[in-house]
């Protein structure tokens, strides 16, 4: 049995696994365009009576929502005019499995789809992704992908947490953690936990390691084909809180939970293959540098050349932007080096593991359109055949006449608005859909008076 087998169920195994009263429920989940899980818990009965193949029903609302489950204006396919009805959440069989850290539990993901057509819905996470995945195969590549993911711990609930309003965090550390195994031997009894239900689960993580602030820590997950890689990344995130919530803990994905803390990254690995995924089409003994294909320059060359235009795609929440600021370990240009973490985009590995680390995106990413935005900007650049910049020797951060990270929510919108490049890979429907999204969360922070600024304004304003 394969890593990326284990746990993973047939639907006969389900079926057999509920008759013997070994599974008693099955949790079928769509990823929202926050990157969470929202779905049902049906029950053993219910499936076994007819109703496990097809599916469930969902409110529309689901993929037009703010972070607080409002249902704002804006939103071209789900609004009170047309009655918010239902789609259908088609499971994806491939991903069934077993969910080790609750009782008697397995989880499906599912594509949001049209009951009527069963064409998926098009600005549904998932579907944006299978579309540049379409692109790619059309072309006869096969990205293959991984994700890097921090976050912080805490020795308190959520509850605890949300009545203390988020003010009185206190990370599960009490120095800076990075690689050393002392500290991390705090924590190690949830994080052998989340290390060892995950593998359990079918996501293989390789490795965990304290980051660079005290509670901090980073996991790293296997390299696989970008559809199933974006699979694992929510799942991982979701089994994560909830592992962490039956102990009595709470973790964090946030991009920077605190301005005085390092912040969290979700950095994304990536490389094409031919399409039985035999052969790394990045590397080319050959060519220089670095042994880089030409495929690989123009790749690279195009998700460098737009990834201020796809900031929302890596950075979609105000939060997001507070991460990137100068020697912070968050990069701040889009400049390319080979082993340089200062460096927007490191070039890692040799030979068949070459690949392109993108430091840009955080943890809070939804892995799914980050993928896609990675893929399908790298795709116009093979397209142009752009020619790639020179590689950025030394300190990054000190980087003048080159491409920055949008300061702000704000330019990042600006620029995904005025873009063509997005328009182009994405289309006007998702374009416009998650521009939406951006002006929604924007909006939510612009009413709001924060502790700051009556810290700053009350007595001396």
């Known amino acids: 049995m394969t890593e990326s087998a284990k746990g993973l169920l047939s639907v006969e195994e389900l079926e057999h696994a509920m008759r013997r009263g070994e599974i008693d429920n099955l949790m079928i989940a769509i990823v929202d365009m926050q990157g969470r899980l929202m779905g049902k818990r049906l029950t053993a009965d219910y499936c076994l009576r007819g109703g496990l193949r097809k599916g469930t029903h969902f409110c529309t609302y689901l993929l037009g929502t703010d972070m607080e489950m409002n249902t704002p204006p804006g939103y071209a396919l789900m609004n009170w005019e047309s009655g918010y009805g239902d789609w259908l959440a088609r499971p994806d069989w491939s991903t069934l499995r077993i969910v080790p850290w609750q009782e008697k539990t397995a989880l499906v993901l599912a594509d949001a789809v049209d009951e009527q057509t069963g064409q998926l819905i098009p600005i549904a996470p998932r579907s944006v992704l299978k579309q540049q995945l379409e692109k790619a195969a059309k072309l006869g590549f096969r990205p293959f992908m991984a994700s890097e993911l921090e976050f912080y711990l805490f020795r308190q609930t959520y509850e605890e947490i949300h009545r203390g309003g988020y003010e009185e965090l206190r990370p599960a550390g009490h120095y800076n953690e990075d690689y050393n195994l002392l500290q991390g031997t705090r924590n190690e009894k949830i994080f052998r936990k989340i290390r060892n239900f995950m593998r359990e689960a079918g996501i293989p993580v390789e490795s965990s390691k304290g980051e660079a602030h005290a509670g901090q820590h980073e996991i790293n997950i296997q390299y696989t084909d970008a559809l199933q890689s974006a699979d694992w990344h929510v799942l991982f995130k979701h089994g994560a809180k909830e592992i962490c919530i039956l102990e009595d803990h709470a973790v964090t994905f946030m991009a920077k939970p605190h301005h005085q803390w390092t912040g969290s990254s979700g950095h994304l690995h990536l490389s094409l293959w031919d399409a039985d995924g035999s052969r790394n089409l990045f590397f080319d003994a050959q060519s220089q540098p670095y042994g880089m294909s030409a495929l690989m320059q123009h ?82 650049g093979v397209e142009e055949k752009r020619p790639l910049p020179e590689e950025w020797r030394g300190n990054a951060y000190a980087a003048e006449g080159v491409p920055r990270v949008p300061y702000s929510l704000y330019e990042a919108m600006a620029l995904w608005r005025e873009s063509e490049a997005v328009r182009l890979v994405f289309g006007e429907t998702v374009a416009d859909h998650y521009y939406n999204m951006a002006r929604v969360e924007q909006q939510a922070f612009n009413a709001v008076v924060t502790a700051w600024e009556r810290a700053r304004y009350f007595e001396q304003g």
């Open 299 to 380: 790749f690279l060359a195009g998700v460098m050349a737009h990834v201020r235009e796809f900031s929302l795609c890596y950075a979609s929440t105000v939060n997001a932007y507070k991460r990137y600021a100068p020697e912070s370990w968050a990069p701040v240009h889009a400049v390319w080096s080979r082993d340089n973490r200062t460096a927007g985009f490191r070039i890692v590995g040799e030979g068949s593991s070459l690949r392109i680390e993108s430091r840009i995106p955080g943890a809070d990413i939804n892995p799914y359109l980050a993928y896609a935005a990675m893929i399908g900007s790298g795709l116009l």
